[in-house]
């Protein structure tokens, strides 16, 4: 049955060492989208993300616009790879399950908050290049991982109050 089938994903999912040779597996599995649907998807995730961030991180958001930093330089490779090569692997099948599974989209949002808010401390007082190159380097180990994971939950209610339908935005790997 389905669940079956599922589960052996994750079995050979949790069992690939290498990162991006999950997602491309996890990609052709899943993938019912043409690539420029796939961008598309992805440009309109990040829209959605500008305006969570506007709500539920104002001072960050008025660095970045100070900065005038886009969100879309570091986010949209973090929704196009699903958070893989930012988040612990295991955080990241922790994710797709969420996502995927329960069918709660708006996770997504929640999880690119939380790593946002995460590095917020870091963030406020740098300048344009170096909030640039440091989000687009982040790679977050196990334990600060984790952490993201219960933030996003945390954050997940307001995130859907605030957006709740994630509006403009279908996952780009399912129908």
């Known amino acids: 049955d389905f669940w079956s089938i599922m589960a052996l994903y994750s079995l050979i999912f949790s069992s690939i060492h290498h990162e991006l040779e999950a997602f491309r597996m996890f990609y052709c599995v899943f ?3 043409t690539r420029d649907q796939a961008h ?12 969570l961030i506007s709500k539920l991180l104002p001072a960050l958001d008025a660095k ?6 886009d969100y879309r330089l570091f986010s949209i490779r973090w929704l196009a790879e699903l958070f893989i090569g930012v988040l612990d692997i295991t955080v990241v099948f922790a994710i797709w399950d969420v996502i995927f599974f329960d069918g709660n989209y708006s996770f997504f ?13 870091f963030l406020v ?5 170096e909030i ?7 790679k977050l180990g196990p334990i600060e991982s984790q952490k993201i994971l219960k933030l996003a939950l945390k954050l997940l209610p307001k995130v859907n109050q605030l957006f709740p339908l994630a509006q ?5 790997l399912t129908d």
Do not use: C, W
Not at 109 to 121: F, K, L, M, R
């Open 40 to 51: 598309i998807n992805t440009i309109s995730a990040t829209s959605g993300l500008n305006f």
């Open 168 to 172: 403009g935005f279908q996952v780009p």
């Open 31 to 33: 993938s019912s989208s």
């Open 125 to 129: 007082d740098k300048g344009f290049d």
């Open 109 to 121: 949002y929640a999880v690119a908050i939380a790593i946002i808010q995460s590095q917020s401390d």
């Open 132 to 138: 640039l190159v440091h989000m687009n380097r982040l």
């Open 64 to 69: 970045f616009k100070k900065e005038e930093i």
